[in-house]
């Protein structure tokens, strides 16, 4: 989600017209130093046409230079213009994991089944024109479309799905794909993933004809279709895969810069400036072209979110990424419906290096827990609806939570001097890792000294960058880490599947094999309520063992322009740019 190098300043001194004024001054010089010992050469008639021309330039120049806003020029343009928080990791869909990447690989690519613009939980035709599943929701037959092509006009066929999920699940230990368990539902793919076995044609993916792709399942899964939509679920083009590398070739290849980067998606890759823009623009082959709207998208990396409100303000941004939470007070004012606050299903938490010490002691994790004031966090630092999390799934559908992680500051030191550590004057250092925003430092600080008052405990914040940030995350170096984890589908198991064992989101060392029974006991569940019960009792194993430390459910607030049509509430805030439009007033 971050990293952007542009100018702080907003553009409101750009565009206020200083330099007329200035323009007009010298020219009264030049009147009154040079066209007075004229007139006395040339005439009366003379000076008066000089004086004409310099009036009629003026006039001109005055008017050249109240240029339009960006806005004014993008809505002209049809190009969206979208605060994006950082600059990307990067943008192939099989070595990403951040909401960031997905905002713009969504534009670039396109799975088996799309979001539907305005109802959660809705999969329409993707590149599969239909979809079956057999009785017991364990096999589905994707009928895919004809006229699906790659940015380069090649068509998108079954192979292509094939070929990318045997990308995303290679197993190579140097293969850098943190979310290959997203497709772990494919029968044999954590056992192909994991070097189990070694034959691919034994994972549940099967390209029966060029357009026809048969999936068969670990288990029953009726909501495939829902996963689909993830981008970890995308086919990338093995042509160009391929043309720069080998399979697994990772960061180091070259196919996802511009000139090299082929999409199946409703737009392609137009330029991408490090730490500046990215801008995308419609995709000619795109199989639905009639429906996209839009001419382009441009992603500013802006992850001053300060910075990004006035931007907005000064007419630079359609959309911001948020709004930090000191500014919502004066958005409401100044703003008004511009402001929108939804629900979205997330949750902020720290993860727990449960692999060093002190925090090898499942009572001292518990402890820093407890400890937490969930509640201050929310009403005096975000201020934005959010709520306290008493666990990792949010509450939404048909699932109940375990309300285990409330803040309870004298439990918190009960438990630490249970540990063996009463004494706080020999506990280890510990610091927190965090990203270089703002936003990130006042939510460490908070909690520094959270565990400070309640625990009499140092606590040293590092910030950095994202993507040192993520690296420091994947390799377990840290003692605490900020994160956060947006949906990927509307089930519960989007929450708890990542915490497996070696899960490539884990990065905790944690795991427990009771945590996995449950989760596999609820997969083969067939009644609603009691897969629902069965999750609850995985979510209360790994909050029992705490190596994670729950904050807050999120929510979402940002500003967005009335000229952005098709842009509704969703729960996953994953929005299709198919649908979008600029229609000006």
Not at 19 to 38: C, D, G, H, T
Not at 126 to 137: D, H, Q, R
Not at 444 to 451: G, I, K, P, R
Not at 505 to 510: A, D, I, K, P, R
């Amino acid at each position: 989600v971050k990293r952007g190098r542009l100018r702080e300043e907003g553009s409101s001194n750009k565009f206020s017209n200083p330099l007329p004024s200035r323009v007009a001054r010298s020219i009264s010089v030049i009147s009154l130093k040079k066209l007075i010992p004229l007139s006395q050469k040339m005439g009366h008639i003379s000076v008066v046409r000089i004086i004409g021309f310099i009036v009629f330039g003026l006039s001109f120049l005055l008017t050249s230079c109240r240029r339009q806003s960006n806005i004014e020029e993008a809505n002209d343009a049809g190009i969206l213009i979208i605060g994006n928080s950082n600059e990307p990791k990067g943008l192939d869909p099989h070595l990403v994991s951040g909401v960031l990447e997905s905002n713009i690989i969504r534009a670039l690519f396109e799975g088996l089944c799309v979001e539907d613009p305005a109802i959660d939980g809705k999969a329409l035709p993707g590149v599969a024109m239909k979809w079956t599943p057999n009785k017991e929701f364990t096999e589905w037959t994707f009928d895919l479309n004809p006229e699906a092509k790659w940015s380069d006009g090649e068509d998108v066929t079954a192979h292509d799905f094939v070929f990318s999920y045997k990308r995303m699940l290679s197993p190579d230990p140097n293969w850098p794909a943190q979310y290959s368990e997203m497709l772990y539902f494919l029968k044999n793919a954590q056992e192909y993933n994991k070097g189990k076995i070694t034959d691919f044609a034994q994972v549940g993916a099967k390209a029966v004809d060029e357009h026809t792709l048969l999936l068969t399942l670990r288990g029953p899964i009726p909501y495939l279709p829902e996963l689909t939509k993830h981008y970890t679920w995308y086919p990338v083009p093995e042509h160009i895969v391929l043309k720069h590398g080998k399979i697994n070739t990772a960061f180091s290849s070259q196919w996802t810069r511009p000139g090299n980067l082929v999409s199946n998606g409703p737009f392609q890759l137009k330029t991408w400036t490090t730490n500046h823009k990215i801008e995308v623009e419609r995709n000619p082959h795109y199989w639905d072209a009639e429906t996209v709207s839009l001419n382009g998208i441009r992603y500013l990396p802006v992850k001053n979110y300060y910075t990004e409100t006035r931007m907005y303000g000064d007419e630079q941004l359609h959309l911001t990424y948020t709004v930090p939470s000191e500014l919502i007070p004066f958005a409401k004012e100044n703003y008004g419906s511009q402001l929108r606050q939804e629900n979205y299903v997330g949750v902020r938490f720290l993860r727990v290096n449960t692999l060093r010490e002190p925090f090898t002691n499942p009572k001292v994790r518990r402890a820093f827990a407890l400890a937490i004031d969930q509640q201050a966090i929310c009403e005096k630092i975000l201020q934005g609806g959010q709520k306290p999390a008493s666990g990792i799934v949010p509450p939404f559908g048909e699932y109940k939570p375990p309300a285990i992680i409330q803040s309870d500051p004298v439990k918190a030191k009960e438990l630490l001097a249970e540990s063996g550590y009463e004494s706080t004057s020999a506990f280890p250092d510990i610091t927190i890792l965090t990203t270089d925003s703002e936003t990130g430092r006042r939510e460490a600080e908070a909690l520094q000294a959270m565990w400070k008052e309640h625990l009499g405990i140092n606590v040293r914040i590092i910030q950095r960058e994202w993507t040192t940030y993520l690296q420091k995350q994947y390799d377990a170096d840290y003692d605490l880490c900020a994160g956060g984890w947006i949906g990927d589908y509307l089930d519960p198991t989007t929450f708890l599947e990542m915490w497996i064992t070696d899960g490539g989101n884990n990065n905790t060392g944690w795991g427990s094999e009771t945590f996995e029974e449950y989760l596999h006991e609820a997969e083969n569940t067939a009644d609603v309520s009691q897969r629902m019960a069965t999750l609850a009792k995985a979510e209360e194993t790994l909050l029992d063992d705490t190596p994670v430390l729950p904050i807050y459910w999120y929510t979402t607030t940002y500003l967005i322009r009335p000229e952005v049509k098709n842009w509704h509430p969703l729960l996953l805030n994953n929005h299709p740019f198919k649908f979008v439009k600029i229609e000006k007033d």
